[in-house]
């Protein structure tokens, strides 16, 4: 297979993927923005989660939230746990590597706020404390899923929302968990300040 195959082979399964994504996870994305406006109207912040590429997603969403997206608003509350290396490294040093975002949601956390959750697997121990330590808070909970779902499902509590991409592949989950932030992102724009 030449080079030029192989790539329009990637942007095919993707493009599958996708399109297979759609009527599994259209209407959580709809629950889960109405609930993040929800949220940001009764004063509530959103805090982000996730490992390797679900942390940049993390960050990803965190930024178009306090910055824009694609229209000009005013900035809206959002931390990504990922993003501060010197707090992450300290917790997993002088605890556990699994309680690098349950020590900071306790701590930043209050009754409120939602947590976006986002993992291929479900498994990931770190992001599945997380969502224990979101409803200690009294947190609602959003998470971004893949695969089969793994652990994670059997954590949420009612009120929560699950998007779940299915597929093995970590990195078409990935795109498609990218295709969620954005819809998520213009959804809230369009609730908040219109068409």
């Known amino acids: 297979m030449n080079l030029i195959e192989h790539i329009n082979d990637i942007f095919n399964q993707s493009v599958q993927q996708q399109m297979e994504s759609l009527p599994l ?24 989660c996730g490992n390797g590429g679900g942390a940049g997603n993390a960050q990803h969403f965190s930024s178009l939230m306090l910055n824009r997206f694609e229209r000009e608003r005013p900035g809206l509350p959002a931390v990504a746990l990922t993003a501060d290396s010197a707090t992450l490294t300290a917790i997993a040093n002088d605890y556990d590597y699994d309680e690098i975002f349950a020590k900071q949601i306790r701590t930043l956390g209050h009754p409120g706020d939602l947590l976006l959750a986002i993992t291929t697997s479900g498994n990931s121990e770190n992001v599945n404390a997380a969502i224990a330590a979101a409803h200690e808070r009294q947190m609602r909970v959003i998470a971004l899923n893949g695969r089969d779902g793994g652990r994670l499902p059997g954590l949420l509590q009612e009120g929560d929302e699950e998007i779940r991409i299915p597929g093995e592949s970590t990195a078409r989950v990935l795109e498609g968990q990218l295709l969620v932030i954005h819809c998520l992102c213009d959804l809230i724009d369009r609730q908040l300040i219109g068409n």
């Open 25 to 48: 996870v259209a209407g959580p994305i709809a629950r889960s923005a109405e609930l993040i406006v929800l949220r940001l109207l009764e004063g509530g912040k959103i805090l982000t």
